[in-house]
């Protein structure tokens, strides 16, 4: 199977002040965007796998990682996603040697509010927003969901599509919707 590394995103990228290390492969066409006061800091050896023939578990699209507002998104080295979108107005930090399942969401806001009332009048002010951290060496299992507020430890394991909440310590399988706490992983 032909992978072709592209290039071309990364001119945008550049143009829109992301910052990324030595070693970016991007397989396909990702969008990665930050508006004027938001930061993306994106690590050495990553790869953002968006094209159909980059990951043959099915992307549903290709690789989207938005940080809005003054949001900061770091990627630590040696991570690889498929298909995934990471969409931060708080925060979002993802550790070093993780790998990021096809099709997986990280997301730190709920998008809208809560309360009927405001959705009603059209007030789409997103306050909602809590920072979501992604430990070291961690597997999130394809069509999976970050919530905002969720913290994973080190060396933890989420199962294919769960929908994950909360804190979670270091070396833990993670799975279900919600996601809890399945076992510890001995290390």
Known sequence: MLKFNCYLPRVFMK??????GRKLK????PFIFRFSKAQIDIGNNVTFNSGFFSNLLGLYQRSIIVAKKQAK?????????SGVTVYSWNS??????????????????????????ERLVGNNDISLTKPIEIGKNVFIG???????????????????????SGCFEDNCVIAG???????????
């Open 26 to 29: 991007l397989l396909g066409y």
């Open 92 to 117: 979002v930090e993802i550790g070093d040697n993780t790998k990021i399942g096809a099709n997986v969401k990280i997301i730190d806001t709920d998008f809208h509010p809560i309360n009927p009332e």
């Open 15 to 20: 143009l829109n002040g992301v910052k990324y």
């Open 142 to 164: 394809m069509n999976s969901i970050i919530l905002k507020g969720t913290r994973i430890g080190d060396n933890c394991v989420i199962g294919a599509g769960s929908v994950v």
């Open 73 to 81: 998104i770091k990627i630590g080295n040696n991570v690889g996603a």
């Open 177 to 187: 919707n919600p996601a809890k706490l399945i076992r510890k992983i001995d290390v």
